[in-house]
């Protein structure tokens, strides 16, 4: 199956040799080509060019793009995608004055979303997942990371594992699942956190290793949560199942999280609400990509992550949604992108690089997404006739897409 899109007004995001990742004053550049073709072939980009240099080819569908943009699908590097219903009435109370943290407090929060992922079937959850996930793969995310953590229990946090790789074979969008057991302290080990720590380390790990779920380890290491201590001991046991840590830190408080991240050669440290000096020079001297997750600082209004400070500093950054029943209701990474222009002042080059190329990288997924290069998967936008790429963050509220084409599959 051969699909040709010819006079496409700009190809974004063009790398004849993809870079694994983009860094500092690089993330201001965006290398296009103006009046554009790209051909794809089945699931894979197999050529692009200049429309001055497009050769006969007899294509089986062939798509107009004129006066449309075409750039690589988002690469949502972090989300909680898999959960139970919704959480609905927390942001009710917390409009009426109760802080997230102290919701969390009350038995709320993580807890209460882990309640009702324990009594939902995994069939019904999965059919809950799917319906998230069509919605994001029609909002332009191509690539995915889908974490456990709203189980809790063994046999929780495997259904959660289970239905991601069940999405990741029924949909055309890469999916990277991450164990993040240790979100919270369940109700069942309340003043036990050693307990619960080590039934992750000798129970769950093992099992989920064993299943082969999982790409990656997470822990939110926050105060009130996961101390600095129980991250060392966590991912050093993750390593010897071969799984990389990609963790939460710095949402509300520098402990430290960053520190051990790096020191463990994580993937990526995500959200950094708060960053100190010390964590942008570990960060400076490391393969680990800070993630930025700024429709939770919308939500919850918190601080934004100081994207401008890590960029200006030499530092990559990645942009995701968070997606999640409790700080992110919201999977839309055309919000995320916008919002990191509005709110923490990133250009709309660098804000693209973020959601595409270095999204990729933090979940391991640079050899096959984030750009438009040859044998890349088949996963791009097509936006509707638009000015320039600048509208797209710039028509925040906006539905700027006109079609997606999924590993190949075009979307309506
Ligand atoms: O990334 N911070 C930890 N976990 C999630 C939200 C958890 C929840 O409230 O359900 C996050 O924001
Ligand atoms: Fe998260």
């Given at each position: 199956m051969k699909l040709l899109l010819r006079n496409i007004k700009e190809l974004l995001q063009v790398r004849e040799e993809a870079p694994l990742k983009v860094a500092g004053t690089a993330m201001k550049e965006l290398p296009s080509i103006s009046n554009a073709w790209l051909l794809i072939e089945n699931d894979i980009i197999s050529d692009f060019g200049a429309m001055a240099t497009l050769p006969k080819i007899s294509a089986d569908k062939t798509i107009d793009c004129t006066g449309k943009i075409v750039l690589p699908s988002w690469c949502d590097s972090h989300t909680h995608l898999v959960y139970a219903g919704n959480r609905e009435q927390e942001f009710v109370d917390r409009i009426n004055g109760l802080s997230y943290q102290e919701i969390a407090e009350k038995g709320g929060g993580i807890l209460n979303s882990a309640k009702k992922l324990q009594e939902t079937s995994e069939d019904s959850l999965y059919a809950q997942s799917a319906a998230r996930l069509e919605e994001v793969m029609r909002l332009g995310t191509g690539a995915i990371e889908i974490k456990s953590?709203?189980?809790?229990?063994t046999q929780a946090e495997l259904k959660m594992l289970r239905v991601a790789k069940r999405l990741g074979e029924n949909y055309p969008v890469a999916i990277k699942t991450t164990f993040l057991g240790a979100h919270a302290v369940p109700a069942a080990y309340k003043g036990d956190k050693e307990g619960y720590l080590n039934l992750i380390i000798s129970e769950m790990l093992p099992k989920v290793a064993a299943e082969k779920l999982v790409d990656y380890v997470d822990i939110f290491c926050e105060e009130g949560y996961f101390s600095v201590e129980d991250t060392h001991t966590l991912l050093s046991a993750a390593n010897g199942y071969g799984l990389i840590p990609k963790i939460h830190v710095?949402?509300?408080?520098?402990?430290g999280g960053v520190q051990a991240g790096v020191a463990h050669d994580a993937l990526s440290v995500d959200h950094l609400e708060v960053v100190t000096n010390d964590d942008v020079a570990v960060l400076k001297n490391s393969n680990t990509m800070p993630v930025a997750l700024p429709s939770c600082s919308y939500f919850l209004s918190i601080p934004y992550t100081p994207g401008r400070k890590l960029i200006d500093a030499g530092l990559p950054l990645a942009l995701a949604t968070d997606y999640n029943p409790g700080s992110t209701p919201s999977g839309n990474m055309n919000f995320v992108v916008a919002t990191a222009c509005i709110?923490?002042?990133?250009t709309p080059e660098e804000a693209i690089n973020a959601a595409t190329i270095n999204g990729a990288y933090a979940m391991g997924l640079s050899h096959s997404h984030g750009s438009i290069t040859k044998?890349?998967?088949a996963s791009v936008i097509i936006t509707k006739e638009i000015p320039s790429y600048n509208y797209l963050p710039y028509a925040f509220?906006?539905?700027?897409?006109?079609k997606v084409i999924a590993n190949g599959e075009i979307l309506e």
């Open positions: 953590g709203y189980g809790l229990t710095n949402q509300f408080n520098a402990i709110k923490m002042k990133l044998g890349k998967s509220g906006s539905n700027c897409i006109d």
